[in-house]
C-alpha cells in the first residue's frame, strides 16, 4: 500500500461516474477495475480514481472488512506485476455508512507515454474502456514521448512555446538532445 499524501475527497464518491472516476461494486471486479483505471491515466487528464464497494447507482455496498487486508495486499502485488511501466497509486480504505470502501487513484507521470495493464493499454472515453490499437499506441508515443516528439515544445516554467529543439550536451555517449530552458524550466511536448 503506497499513500502519496494526497488527501481522498469523499466527496467524489457521490459523483456520477466520469472519465476520472468509476465504481466498482466488489472486489471481484479487480480486473475491470484496473482496466479502467489504466485506461484513466492513458487518456489526457492522465489521472483516475476507482471506488470499490459502491453499486452502479451510487449506493453503498462496501467490501468485506475480513478481507481488506488481503485485498489491499493483492491489489498491490497485482498493480507491480502487471502494470507496465510501473505506476505510482494511492490505496485508501474510508468508512461511509459504516461499511468500507476502497479508494484506488493512480496518475500518470508526464515522461511515461501511456501505461499497459496485463500487456494491454487502454483508452477511456467518457465513462467507456476500451484497448488501444498498435497505431494509437505509435500515435501517443509520437505526441508524449520526449525522444520522438517532433514539436512544438513548451516549458513548463515560464510557458514560451517553440517550434522545435536544437540544443545538445556533449556526453560520455556523444551528443544527446536537451530539454532544458534558459529560464531554468524543461521543455515538454506542447497538447
Ligand atoms: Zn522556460
Not at 77 to 106: F, M, W
Request: with cysteine; charged share 25%; proline share 5%.
Amino acid at each position: 500500500m503506497t499513500r502519496n499524501g494526497e488527501p481522498f475527497d469523499a466527496k467524489l464518491l457521490l459523483q456520477d461516474e466520469s472519465q476520472v472516476f468509476e465504481r466498482k461494486q466488489s472486489l471481484s471486479l479487480q480486473r475491470e477495475g484496473l482496466e479502467s483505471l489504466c485506461g484513466m491515466v492513458n487518456a489526457d487528464p492522465a489521472r483516475g480514481t476507482i471506488a470499490f464497494g459502491l453499486a452502479p447507482n451510487g449506493q453503498v455496498v462496501g467490501v468485506e472488512p475480513g478481507v481488506l487486508d488481503k485485498a489491499q495486499r493483492t491489489l498491490t502485488q497485482v498493480i507491480r506485476n502487471r502494470i507496465d511501466p510501473p505506476i505510482q497509486c494511492t490505496i485508501d480504505v474510508r468508512e461511509v455508512e459504516g461499511k468500507h470502501v476502497l479508494i484506488l487513484s493512480a496518475r500518470r507521470s508526464r515522461d511515461v507515454p501511456y501505461h499497459e495493464f496485463g500487456g494491454r493499454a487502454f483508452i477511456r472515453e467518457g465513462t467507456s474502456t476500451r484497448q488501444l490499437s498498435l497505431a494509437e499506441k505509435q500515435s501517443l508515443q509520437r505526441m508524449r514521448s520526449r525522444d520522438i516528439h517532433p514539436g512544438p515544445w513548451t516549458c513548463d516554467k515560464c510557458r514560451s512555446m517553440v517550434g522545435v529543439l536544437g540544443s545538445f550536451v556533449i556526453t560520455n555517449e556523444g551528443m544527446r538532445r536537451t530539454y532544458a530552458c534558459e529560464c531554468g524550466g524543461e521543455f515538454w511536448p506542447a497538447t
